[in-house]
């Protein structure tokens, strides 16, 4: 079993950047693929960003280009650098992780992952 805890949210100006981590104990993550997903008030949660354990990655449309995944497995952590932030974006940000024979697995769907963080909240002011 794997425990996820999400860091790295608050409030920010339109513009601004935010870079959250999920530190993850209990497993090591290279055997996991692991994800970025986020729920807006009122809205169901929705994906953001994935990496593989080989390290390639996929973004949702409104992520490409101003978000970037990247994993530390040596440090047991994940990261989302997320760049030029619009109101849009506001939102309490999950990290999940899924177990991965293949090291190429990749994936935006929710039912696939088997472990959850409890969430940081991002604000993005106008």
């Known amino acids: 079993q794997v425990q996820l805890v999400e860091s790295g949210g608050g409030l920010v100006q339109a513009g601004g950047s935010l870079r959250l981590s999920c530190a993850a104990s209990g497993r090591t993550l290279r055997s996991y693929a692991m994800a970025w997903f986020r729920q807006a008030p009122g809205k169901e949660r929705e994906f953001a960003a994935a990496?593989?354990?080989?390290?390639?990655?996929a973004y949702a449309e409104s992520a490409k280009g101003r978000f970037t995944i990247s994993r530390d497995n040596a440090g047991n952590t994940v990261y989302l650098q997320m760049n030029s932030l619009k109101p849009e974006d506001t939102a309490v940000y999950y990290c999940?992780?899924?177990?991965?024979?293949?090291?190429?697995?990749?994936?935006?769907?929710?039912?696939?992952?088997?472990?959850w963080g409890q969430g940081t909240q991002v604000t993005v002011s106008s």
């Open positions: 990496i593989s354990r080989s390290g390639n990655s």
């Open positions: 999940a992780a899924r177990l991965a024979y293949y090291s190429s697995t990749i994936s935006s769907r929710q039912r696939e992952y088997d472990y």
